[in-house]
């Protein structure tokens, strides 16, 4: 099992800016693919960002790119994601989540994570 907590979520005003964490513990693997998806209120849950075990292969989402970027310390078991110059449409619950099947690239579908966080909030004002 995986536990994972995500932490750094709160109120901005649009244009701010929030760095998200997310901590892993339990059975890790620093070869497993982190994720962060993001769910507003009568949404589906969508992917954001995602970020290959060695850190090379980042991806996003085209409604976040230029603005959010997913990093990782593997030494600490943690991802990050930086969200800059933020929207009033980024207001959601953002769960991290971990895939840990080997891909040649990392997934934006849901249904390849293992195990996901219970989110942190994020609300964007006006």
């Known amino acids: 099992q995986v536990q994972l907590a995500e932490s750094g979520g709160g109120v901005v005003q649009a244009g701010g800016s929030l760095r998200l964490s997310c901590a892993a513990s339990g059975r890790t693997r620093g070869t497993d693919t982190m994720g962060w998806f993001r769910q507003a209120p009568g949404k589906e849950r969508e992917f954001v960002a995602a970020i290959a075990w060695s850190g090379g292969s980042t991806y996003y989402a085209d409604s976040v790119k230029g603005r959010f970027t997913i990093s990782r310390d593997n030494a600490k078991n943690t991802v990050y994601l930086q969200m800059n110059s933020l929207k009033p449409e980024d207001t959601a619950d953002y769960y991290c989540?971990?895939?840990?099947?080997?891909?040649?690239?990392?997934?934006?579908?849901?249904?390849?994570?293992?195990?996901w966080g219970q989110g942190t909030q994020v609300t964007v004002s006006s």
């Open positions: 989540a971990t895939d840990r099947t080997t891909r040649i690239r990392p997934s934006v579908l849901r249904a390849a994570y293992d195990y």
